[in-house]
C-alpha cells in the first residue's frame, strides 16, 4: 500500500461516521454487485480486500505486543470484506445463482 493511499484510509478512518438504516438489498443490487466484481476493476478490487485481510493476519501473528488488539483488527477487516461478500447472490448446489433464476423468470414472464 503506497503511503498516499495509507495517509487518505488513515484520514477516512478517523473521521466521524454517523449511524445510518440499511437501505433494502435488492436482487438488482446483487446483479450489479456480481458484475462489477467479475469486471477487470472488481477483480482487482477483490485481491485489494483480500491482500489487506491476510497482511493484516500476518501482521497480528508476527507482533507480540497487544496481540488481542492486532487480532481483532484482523477479525474485523476479515468481516468486513465477508459483509461486502454475503451482498452478493447466494450459488445452489447446481451452479445457479439467485439473480439467475430471478433473471430466467423475468426472461419467461416477458417473452
Known sequence: ?????????????AKY????????????????????????AGAKLSLILKNLVLRQQASALSKTSDLQYEAGFATGQK??????ESLLP??????????DHALTQEESHTG
Open 1 to 13: 500500500m503506497s503511503f498516499t493511499r495509507y495517509l487518505r484510509a488513515a484520514h477516512i478512518f
Open 17 to 40: 461516521q454517523a449511524w445510518v438504516d440499511a437501505p433494502e438489498w435488492t436482487k438488482g443490487d446483487e446483479a450489479a454487485l456480481l458484475q462489477f466484481l467479475t469486471s477487470p
Open 79 to 84: 468481516a468486513a470484506v465477508a459483509a461486502i
Open 90 to 99: 447466494q450459488i445452489s448446489a447446481d451452479g445457479d445463482t439467485d439473480s
